[in-house]
């Protein structure tokens, strides 16, 4: 009995995205108020692809950047744009998030990590300066104490 091997990614990240094109036309939905899920669920898959073949790292860095940001436009379109004025460093840590999971499941090289610390770190500082919560200081510190743990060996 032969086992077919073709990757299920393709064919259910178009189905995903056809169904999501699909809402306008059978809902109330718009495709304004729908297209940040788009970006989120396409990440989303990129990680789910990972996971069904692991032979696929190049999968995290597109997963992290594509969930971050998609996460980050979703927020915004729900919440208000005006937050981006205070939350573009997100797009700066979006490929830190990515070559953070290819660190994690992957080999763990520690030129990732240190790649990924580095953009996460100075998205956090950035995020610090311009935060008006108090949030960002001590996600700030758990990332650092992150860095630290991580680069211990």
């Not at 178009?14 to 788009?38: S, V, Y």
């Not at 995020?127 to 008006?132: K, M, P, T």
């Given at each position: ?27 109330d939905l718009r495709m ?46 729900l919440e208000g744009w ?72």
């Amino acid at each position: 009995m032969t086992t077919d091997r073709r990757p299920l990614f393709p064919g259910i990240l178009l189905i995903g995205l056809g169904l999501i094109l699909l809402l306008p036309n059978i809902t109330d939905l718009r495709m304004r108020d729908i297209w940040a899920l788009i970006v989120l669920l396409t990440g989303l898959a990129f990680f789910a692809g990972f996971l069904a073949d692991r032979s696929r790292p190049g999968f995290l860095i597109p997963a992290g950047v594509l969930t971050t940001v998609g996460s980050l436009f979703l927020y915004c379109s729900l919440e208000g744009w005006w937050h981006m004025r205070s939350l573009w460093p997100v797009f700066i840590a979006a490929p830190g998030v990515g070559f953070l999971l290819q660190y994690l499941f992957d080999k763990r090289d520690r030129g990732v990590l240190h790649t990924a610390m580095i953009l996460l770190g100075t998205a956090a500082v950035f995020l610090a300066f311009l935060s008006e919560g108090g949030l960002i200081l001590p996600m700030l510190l758990i990332a650092l104490g992150a860095f630290f743990l991580f680069t211990r060996h």
